[in-house]
């Protein structure tokens, strides 16, 4: 029997895992590493050479020692920037995250579409020409949240995280009135569906939300090809930067399809 192929799934801390569940749930078959470059976090208070100076190396670090037979960068903060990088340096395909602009200025009724990112995220050229390229008529409101990866980390990992923090990072999504109001919001950074019950409570009207993690899956999923058997050996590891172990295992297992990340 053959070895299943192995996926790795980069973030710079545990917002990746919302990519994660969907690509588990579409790719049973595939063996998992995840990996959190918690050392690094958050990649939205770093510059842009910083970024690239630290994901390019690090990701080719990863491959020579796990083979992977595809990289999904989960991370819109890195993805804006490094992708072509990575295609030039390493032969592996590789999968990013970026601002889902197009679906979601395609499906607003009110043409009035938020993106909710990384202070880097929304500041990218590549974010820039999404919104010249994709925006069909919309008005596109680009929200820069500095907090707002930590608390979902934080949320996470079980603490206490008060209401009126994540409605403060949430409101300046809401702009105009009656019919003309926003009725889209791109999350914009792989955390925020960790918070995605909060958030849909915490609005001040009803949105859809538009996460990329099911289109993200179903194009890995192609570039795999016809998957093979579930097998013995798919399991899943899980990998911080910081070499801290991982206590979290409990709150982990969902994501990991109810693997026992190791
Ligand atoms: N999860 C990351 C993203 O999608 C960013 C969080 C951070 O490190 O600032 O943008």
Not at 70 to 90: E, F, G, K, Q
Not at 194 to 215: E, G, H, M, Q, S
Request: with cysteine.
């Amino acid at each position: 029997m053959s070895a299943p192929p192995t996926i790795l799934v980069f973030d710079s801390g545990l917002g990746g895992l919302t990519v994660l569940r969907e690509i588990v749930r579409t790719r049973p078959d595939a063996h998992y590493v995840y990996v959190a470059d918690d050392a690094f976090f958050p990649y939205g208070h770093h510059g842009e050479e910083e970024i690239i100076a630290r994901v390019v190396p690090l990701v080719g670090e990863l491959i020579a020692r796990h083979s992977p037979a595809l990289v999904v960068i989960a991370c819109n903060t890195a993805s804006t920037l490094v992708m072509s990088h990575l295609r030039s340096a390493y032969s592996v395909p590789f999968v990013g995250t970026v601002p889902a602009i197009k679906p979601a200025c395609a499906s607003s009724k009110t043409k009035r579409v938020s993106v909710l990112g990384t202070k880097g995220t929304v500041k990218r050229e590549y974010t820039k020409r999404l919104i010249d390229d994709f925006a069909q008529g919309c008005e596109v409101t680009l929200v820069g949240s500095a907090e707002l990866a930590s608390l979902a980390e934080s949320a996470l990992s079980g603490n206490d995280v008060r209401d009126e923090d994540i409605a403060a990072e949430l409101a300046p999504c809401f702009v105009g009135n009656g019919e003309d109001r926003t009725d889209t919001v791109v999350l914009a950074c792989t955390h925020y569906p960790l918070l995605l019950d909060r958030l849909t409570r915490l609005a001040p009207w009803p949105v859809d939300w538009i996460d990329p993690a099911p289109a993200i899956a179903r194009r890995v999923s192609d570039l795999l090809g016809s998957p093979g058997r579930e097998s013995d050996t798919a399991g899943a590891e899980m990998i911080f930067t910081s070499q801290r172990p991982h206590m979290l295992s409990q709150a982990l297992m969902p994501f990991f399809g109810g693997r026992v990340p190791a």
